[in-house]
């Protein structure tokens, strides 16, 4: 008996069962918080299950949250075995769906990688995989899924992002973390935006990441390849431990400390993986009320309503700025990014205040401007 030449996305199963129990599509898409957009995406398999969308479908449709992840990981698998049975145009798009220009400025494949065959096997083995098919396997959940979310057409910026995941992934496993502490974490947070007084990402970070670790927290950074507008990203390694992943994207330190705690406010107050982008939330589950809560917990860490209004009250000269970053135990730039981002400053007006970097030679901590 042969293998079929298609794979059914599990979009064929919620239609089927909607029909039989006249369930509207607008209904159920509100159900799950998606537009309607992202709905058709679900239905054709352009776009992967999460755990929180697993339940929503076993409440309303039936069976259970494991047997949808394990229909949506199922097609997942199907779609690679097709690609590897000898669809040259699938397999030839995977590759060129890569950045693999980037990858090999950065250093993460070799730089003769010439060939097609050549290349497929270096990309293969950076993702820790031999064939397309365990690419499927492996990426169809966990650090792929969050890639995938809202990506899974394998454009370049869906698989820029889950390469810029996948060094996290790679670098986290090197570090050694204690079992997730969850109030732990939740007790050093504030003691940590002390750490932002080190100029320098080289004297903060190492500090940063044993701190986080000591409560079962991993911390890594990476510059993020073209095609991939990420900040920030967590998500639970195969231990239970979060990872938090930061990209420096704006170069500044404002942006970086403000990301650090975003994400840590995602691990503490919702559990779920998650990747913040460029224009607001780029992938993952999370809810505009939840954006609102990190942000919120991410804000009050940093710079207390008390102390902002205190201000407010006053001037909005540098001397009272910086007076009021050593009263929030942070550095005058990273006041000067929260008043921007309340819209009480325009971006730009006081940038002298904050500390920037700009890559150097590696691709992981940037150096300091000045």
């Known amino acids: 008996m042969t293998d079929p030449n298609w794979a059914s996305p599990p979009g064929d199963t919620i239609v089927r069962i909607m029909k039989n129990r ?217 231990a239970g431990r979060p990872v938090l992943l930061l990209s420096f994207r704006h170069l500044s330190e404002d942006h970086f400390w403000f990301t650090f705690f975003h994400e840590a406010a995602h691990v503490i107050l919702h559990g779920e993986n998650h990747i913040d982008g460029e224009g607001g939330v780029a992938m993952g589950t999370d809810t505009a009320k939840q954006e609102r809560e990190a942000n919120d917990f991410a804000q009050e860490t940093l710079f207390s309503t008390e102390l902002r209004e205190a201000l407010l009250a006053g001037s909005l000269r540098p001397k009272a700025i910086m007076e009021s970053a050593r009263a929030a135990n942070v550095t005058a730039g990273i006041v000067v990014g929260q008043l921007e981002k309340l819209g009480i400053v325009p971006h730009g007006k006081m940038n002298f205040l904050k500390h920037r970097y700009r890559w150097g030679d590696s691709p992981y901590v940037p150096d300091l401007i000045g």
């Not at 069976?63 to 992840?69: A, K």
């Not at 993460?108 to 065959?117: A, F, Q, V």
């Not at 889950?162 to 992934?169: A, F, K, N, Q, T």
Request: with cysteine; net charge neutral; aromatic share 8%.
């Open 22 to 238: 006249e369930i509207g599509a607008s209904d159920l898409a509100d159900a799950l918080g998606m537009s309607a957009a992202d709905f058709d995406m679900l239905l054709d398999g352009r776009r992967r299950l999460s755990q929180s969308e697993a339940d929503v479908l076993a409440e309303n449709l039936g069976s259970t949250p494991r047997f949808w992840l394990a229909r949506d990981k199922s097609y997942v698998v199907e779609m690679a075995r097709l690609d590897q049975q000898g669809e040259p145009a699938s397999e030839t798009s995977w590759i060129d769906s890569m950045p693999t220009s980037s990858m090999r400025k950065l250093g993460w494949i070799p730089k003769e990688s010439r060939s097609k065959n050549k290349l497929k096997q270096e990309l293969l083995a950076f993702f820790g995989c031999d064939t397309l098919q365990e690419w499927g396997q492996r990426y169809s959940s966990g650090v792929g899924a969050v890639a995938f979310r809202t990506s899974v057409s394998l454009s370049s910026d869906g698989m820029a992002t889950l390469v810029w995941l996948r060094v996290g992934e790679q670098l986290a496993a090197n570090q050694i973390a204690e079992p997730f502490d969850r109030q732990a974490f939740k007790r050093i947070l504030p003691s940590l935006k002390k750490l932002s007084a080190f100029k320098r990402p080289t004297s903060f970070l190492p500090r940063l990441i044993d701190a986080c670790a000591s409560v079962g927290v991993s911390v890594v950074t990476a510059k993020t390849p073209e095609g991939c507008r990420a900040s920030g990203a967590s998500w639970f390694d195969a």
